[in-house]
């Protein structure tokens, strides 16, 4: 198995697989490859593709629940 160096914009590998695995799909479902590599296999294009940055993706964070809006009229 051979040894990957994470890009430095890459803060885990975690978040390496799972963006390399988002962008896999994308090329299963027709999607064109954007680097030249040897194979042919979805993930390991993927895989370069992540690894040379030719690949967008960012980190959204989840947004805040929004605040229930109080009833104006009161029973009374």
Known sequence: MTQIV??????????FIVVAAQRSKQIQQGAKARVDVKTRKP???????????????????PEAPAPVAEEAGQEG
């Open 6 to 15: 994470m890009p430095k914009d890459v803060d885990s590998k975690f978040r």
């Open 43 to 61: 993930t390991r294009v993927a895989m370069q593709e992540v690894l040379q940055n030719a690949v967008s993706w960012e980190i959204v964070d």
